[in-house]
């Protein structure tokens, strides 16, 4: 009996340090937003999620921490976490290359990590390790996921490739178009689901096949014949 009651004061006290956790991360990510890195406080953070700044320290070392895990937060669907398990026989590749596509273009567009992106750019001017966090955490975790699973399409014959990790750069720039920039800008700029799978179908065409018209087959040169 005293067993089961140990463990279930241990689970109580487990779930409350979650829930104040996430209540700091929510809390650090609206300031961060709101006010950028500079301006916001581990003592603004704790007022703002209702906890003690012990409490935020019992979470997170420092404010670069912080920031460093509202980022991870913020971006852990830019793409499918389960990519690296996707099948290299499961699918054809430009149907896996387009679900990628959708979700990473619906994932950055969103208003929350466009407003986060945008408090970052402006503080990194100031303060440069915000832009390091920025491009060694979320912007290198998409491009490697799909740098490996591009890899793997290249180890296996499928698609020639000289240099996987480039050219995962190369296909989420050719997803984001001018759209990410306007939204970055505070321009109009239409992120419609269509819209959306309109860019991603281009972007996946051109990827794939280039732009160059198709040499016909030697095949097709003898029926033409």
Same mark, same amino acid.
């Given at each position: 009996?005293?067993?089961?009651?140990?463990?279930?004061?241990?689970?109580?006290?487990?779930?409350?340090?979650?829930? +104040?956790?996430?209540?700091?991360?929510?809390? =650090?990510?609206?300031? !961060?937003?709101?006010?950028? !890195?500079?301006?916001?406080?581990?003592d603004s953070v704790a007022a703002r999620a209702n906890v003690s700044k012990a409490t935020v320290y019992a979470h997170f070392e420092n404010k670069d921490a912080l920031f460093a895990a509202v980022m991870k &937060? =913020?971006?852990?669907?830019?793409?499918? =976490?389960?990519?690296?398990?996707?099948?290299?026989?499961?699918?054809?590749?430009?149907?896996? &290359? #387009?679900?990628?596509?959708?979700i990473f273009l619906e994932s950055i567009y969103r208003a929350q990590k466009v407003s986060l992106f945008r408090a970052a750019i402006m503080d990194s001017v100031k303060f440069p390790e915000v832009g390091r966090?920025?491009?060694?955490?979320?912007? =290198?975790?998409?491009?490697?996921?799909?740098?490996?699973?591009?890899?793997?399409?290249? %180890? %296996?014959? #499928?698609?020639?490739?000289?240099?996987?990790?480039?050219?995962?750069?190369?296909?989420?720039?050719? &997803?984001?178009?001018?759209?990410?920039?306007?939204? &970055?800008?505070?321009?109009?700029?239409?992120?419609?689901?269509?819209?959306?799978?309109?860019?991603?179908?281009?972007?996946?065409?051109?990827?794939?096949?280039?732009?160059?018209?198709? +040499?016909?087959?030697?095949?097709?040169?003898?029926?033409?014949?």
């Open positions: 009996m005293l067993r089961t009651q140990s463990r279930t004061d241990a689970s109580v006290m487990r779930s409350d340090s979650r829930r +104040k956790r996430d209540a700091v991360l929510d809390a =650090a990510m609206d300031l !961060f937003i709101e006010q950028g !890195f500079g301006a916001t406080s581990i &937060l =913020a971006c852990n669907m830019v793409v499918p =976490a389960s990519l690296a398990d996707i099948d290299p026989d499961d699918e054809e590749i430009g149907t896996v &290359l #387009r679900r990628i596509g959708l966090m920025m491009c060694d955490g979320p912007v =290198a975790r998409s491009h490697e996921q799909v740098g490996q699973y591009l890899a793997k399409q290249v %180890a %296996a014959g #499928r698609i020639v490739l000289p240099c996987p990790d480039m050219a995962a750069s190369q296909f989420l720039g050719l &997803l984001k178009t001018d759209v990410h920039m306007r939204l &970055l800008l505070n321009q109009p700029a239409s992120i419609s689901r269509a819209r959306l799978r309109r860019i991603v179908d281009c972007a996946v065409e051109m990827f794939l096949n280039g732009a160059l018209p198709r +040499k016909p087959s030697v095949q097709g040169k003898r029926h033409a014949g």
